[in-house]
């Protein structure tokens, strides 16, 4: 829901709950938790943060059917780069906010995961309202080339899509066709159903970069299926799955390996595609291709 949300005000507070796939991430969630050196700030207010290292599965402030299944998550996750460090909690003004404002106390890949989101950030400074159900999360990414850093949001994309179909045949379910609106939105029959933010800073040559996705919740009577059935809600391992293979492919192939399947699942089916630099490619009656940034409503260049 996308609307004008306050957060928790001053002098309320907010619990992260830290955990680790890997010995080397379990002993950084402890040492995280023990020192207290995370921090979160909100309409220029800090916002006081209770840390708990995760020893096993998790109980919450909320019913158990509200509750992020840590080692459900855990156990099912098969990545090498993202997401074997998780922080969780039950209430954040901004998953988004917790990650870019504590880039460089976190190790790269790891994911910040909410129940409630009462500010997710979007572009334009659009802000959002994130109920149970949704699926909200925001997660680290280091990169050198900053000629591909605006690719990145279209593999995250190309992940959500493959997720889902993965989702539907465990199920032996025919699989849901999420397009891909370019340049971060995700949509079902017509549907928005959820969208992709990153957000990025240049240190010491390297592309500190803040990934968030916000699913949501989506239900179909027919099969009585849920995109986010209760047991998974605010689970994204299976995203990870298949994003940390993507990211892979697309550091060591460029994002050209990806092409092929990327437009399959491209909304825009009748647009000439992108630059290698990952802006809109458009054309006109005389077939000349023009460079569009429709973020500055401008036609770039014209190509060729």
């Not at 992020?68 to 993202?82: P, V």
Request: hydrophobic share 35%; glycine share 8%.
């Amino acid at each position: 829901m996308e609307g004008p949300r306050d957060g928790p005000p001053p002098g309320s507070g907010c619990l992260l709950v830290l955990c680790g796939k890997s010995r080397v991430e379990k002993d950084q969630a402890r040492s995280l938790a023990a020192k207290g050196s995370l921090k979160l700030k909100h309409d220029g207010n800090e916002i006081a943060i209770t840390l708990r290292a995760a020893e096993g599965e998790e109980s919450s402030l909320a019913s158990p059917e509200e509750t992020f299944r840590t080692q459900m998550y855990m156990g099912a996750l098969s990545t090498s780069r993202f997401g074997g460090f998780l922080l969780w909690s039950p209430c954040l003004p901004s998953t988004q906010d917790v990650v870019s404002q504590n880039f460089g106390e976190l190790p790269i890949g790891a994911v910040c995961v909410a129940d409630f989101q009462s500010r997710g950030r979007g572009r334009t400074k659009n802000v959002w309202e994130s109920p149970a159900g949704c699926l909200m999360f925001s997660f680290t990414v280091e990169m050198e080339d900053g000629r591909v850093v605006p690719l990145l949001q279209y593999v995250i994309s190309l992940a959500v899509s493959e997720a889902t179909k993965e989702i539907c045949r465990a199920k032996g379910l025919p699989p849901l066709d999420v397009k891909i609106k370019w340049p971060n939105d995700l949509y079902l029959n017509g549907l928005k159903i959820g969208g992709v933010l990153c957000t990025s800073t240049y240190k010491s040559k390297k592309f500190s970069v803040s990934a968030a996705d916000h699913i949501f919740e989506c239900s179909f009577k027919r099969n009585n299926f849920c995109l986010t059935p209760t047991t998974e809600r605010r689970n994204p391992r299976i995203f990870f799955n298949n994003f940390d293979h993507l990211f892979e492919k697309f550091l060591n192939e460029g994002f050209q390996a990806l092409e092929e399947l990327y437009y399959r699942t491209w909304l825009h089916r009748q647009d000439p595609g992108l630059t290698p630099s990952g802006y809109l490619l458009a054309a006109d009656d005389a077939d000349n291709l023009y460079d569009l940034d429709f973020f500055q409503g401008l036609v770039r260049r014209k190509l060729g």
